[in-house]
C-alpha cells in the first residue's frame, strides 16, 4: 500500500506533523515560566529549583515543561501521588501547595519554587488515613493517597461540613472500584469528631 494518500498526505507525514503540534501546544515559554517563580531566570535547558516538601527543603533539576508529579515520584522518590490521568481528572495526583490542593500532575514544578508543598507521605500520623482504615474505605488502594490528601485540605477549611459539601468538595477525585460510600463514612464520622 503507498504511503502517500489521494491528499498527497503521507501516514508517516501526518503523524510527524501531529506531534509537533501536541509539542508546540506544550511548550512554555520563559515568560510563563518567569511568570510562575518570580525573579527565576529560566531560557531553556535545566534548571535547580528548591521546595518546602513535608517540612524539608528540597532540590530539583527541572526543564520549563517538567510537572511537580515528575519531581515528586522520580526525584524526590515520593510515589503516594499518582499518574493515574495526567490531565488530573482522577484526582489521583492530588498534594497541598502552600495548604491548596493541586493535581501535581498538571502542576509546572516551576510555579512550585520556593513553596510548601504537602504530600500523603506526610499524613501517616493524621486521623484522615485512619478513618479510611476504619472504614474500609479503600480497596486497590490506588486512588487514596488522592483522596486523603483532597479530604485533609477539604477539612481544613469545612470542619464541619455537611454530607451534601462532602459530596460536592471531594467530587475532583475518582474511585475506580467504587468506594464512594465508605470514603462519605470515612469522613462523616471525622466531622461528627468519632
Ligand atoms: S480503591 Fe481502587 S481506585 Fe479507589
Redesign the pocket.
Known sequence: MSQQSSQGVSRRGFLKGSGAAVAASTVVSSTEAEAAAPGLQVVSGETSITMKVNGKSMTAKVEPRTTLLDVLRYQFDLTGAKP?SLDGSSG?STVLVGGKAVMASTTLALAVARKEVTTCESLGGDVVPAAFVEHD????????PG?VVAVRAFLNRHPDATEEQIRAGLNGN??????YAN?LQAVISLVKGN
Open positions: 493515574v489521583a474505605a479503600q480497596q486497590c488502594g490506588f486512588c487514596t483522596f475518582i474511585c475506580r472500584c467504587g468506594t470514603i
